[in-house]
């Protein structure tokens, strides 16, 4: 098993605290590796088995316990006295009335409790409710391009290897295949699996012929503005007469809330507020937007690669927004507690003006600013910014 070693070290400092460990993310992208992984951590630890209790609800196994009544009882019949027992519930949403039994673990027990979800739901409602500073959640991403050239074991360049994390992304299940073709119809598969059961099933879409014309569109406009009023112009003009704001709205809520999206807002640096035009949104893997519109690395590169960044600033624990100073746009400002971050990312520095330096420049306040590129010929230092090569910051 070759271990992610960001996630076990988040899921360390947590351990044996009060908090209930939520571990979301989009389907496929590892949470369940992740959950295996830091069991047998614990079992290396010196954790007895018996101490365990591991429930995959994806697996017809459990089948009979996806009632809080069912699932309480099982726990509790296993429940060594005197002993910490560690919970693991995979996919847990699937229990009907389960944020009950999550508490009733916690309060009535001595528990160590993981839990994992393919939606954002699992954050909300009555598990907020019940558990209001008392929970943390650990978010899990496809694969990092550090991770991507472990699981691979390529000999290649890295920058040629890069490449192919552009195409191909970073799920783990799609890392681990060598033939182009299994590649294609894995990311095929987990696409239409995130879109019929994260999205469908669980808001009993009416129209999935319209979720999915929004979702391509998503895909095929990362990195550029987006607005609800927008895409429903754009399917109009398509045909779609009858498509309102409203659904539209709805339909980028539900696929964000299924991970496959995620929306970044703009923010007023000098008026320090969010503005509430148009946000940028990002996808959760490249190769899942490159095998749905069947393009390449090579298409809209510059904005494949700034998607890229994003992730991975989420990945490294920031909160990220799109800047706008004046008339400046600030690809990112990335913020974690007191930490203060700019990013401007390019395909290469333009020749005819200084635009993207420019805009780092426009900057008044002593944070670090950063331009990352993708051409190695840029790499240096301009008017005080550091400008670094994207494989290079993201295997720093």
């Not at 069991?39 to 009632?67: C, H, P, V």
């Not at 009907?96 to 160590?112: L, M, Q």
């Not at 992730?311 to 400046?328: A, I, P, T």
Request: proline share 3%; charged share 25%.
């Amino acid at each position: 098993m070759v271990v992610r070693q960001l996630y076990l070290k988040r899921l360390k400092k947590y351990q044996d605290t009060e908090f209930v460990k939520v571990i979301t993310g989009v389907r496929r992208s590892g949470k369940t590796y992740v959950l295996r992984m830091f069991r047998d951590y614990l079992r290396d630890s010196g954790i007895l088995a018996e101490q365990i209790i591991f429930l995959n609800f994806e697996s017809m196994k459990y089948g009979d316990l996806l009632t809080k009544e069912a699932l309480y009882q099982y726990v509790t019949d296993r429940v060594i006295s005197g002993k910490k027992m560690y919970l693991f519930f995979d996919e847990v949403q699937r229990v009907v009335g389960w944020e009950d039994a999550i508490n009733s673990f916690r309060v009535d027990f001595d528990t160590d409790i993981y839990v994992s979800g393919s939606n954002a739901s699992l954050l909300s409602g009555e598990l907020a409710t019940l558990l209001t500073g008392r929970m943390v959640e650990i978010p899990v991403y496809p694969l990092s391009f550090k991770e991507f050239m472990t699981f691979t074991q390529t000999s290649k360049n890295p920058d040629l290897a890069f490449n192919d994390y552009v195409t191909e992304g970073g799920f783990p299940a799609v890392a681990l295949v060598t033939d182009p073709e299994v590649k294609r119809s894995v990311l095929d598969g987990i696409y239409s699996s995130i879109l019929l059961r994260d999205v469908n099933e669980r808001a009993a879409v009416r129209n999935d012929t319209l979720l999915t014309q929004v979702a391509a569109y998503l895909l095929s406009e990362i990195g550029n503005p987006i607005s609800g009023n927008k895409i429903a112009g754009v399917l109009k003009n398509d045909g779609w007469s009858k498509v309102g704001v409203t659904s539209v709205l709805r339909y980028m809520q539900l696929l964000s809330e299924a991970f496959i999206f995620y929306p970044a807002r703009r923010y007023d640096l000098r008026g320090k507020n969010y503005l509430r035009s148009t946000a940028k949104y990002y996808a959760v893997d490249t190769g899942l937007r490159n095998v749905t519109l069947n393009r390449n690395y090579q298409d809209n590169f510059g904005h494949q690669i700034e998607n890229i960044v994003y992730l991975e600033l989420l990945r490294r624990g920031y909160r990220v927004d799109v800047g706008k100073y004046d008339e400046q746009e600030i690809d990112f400002v990335a913020r974690r507690g007191a930490e203060v971050a700019y990013y401007q990312v390019t395909r290469q520095l333009p020749t005819a003006d200084n635009r993207e330096i420019g805009n780092l420049q426009a900057l008044t306040d002593n944070y670090p600013k950063t331009l990352i590129t993708a051409n190695r010929m840029d790499v240096g230092e301009v008017l005080g910014i550091p400008i670094v090569h994207i494989v290079d910051w993201l295997l720093g």
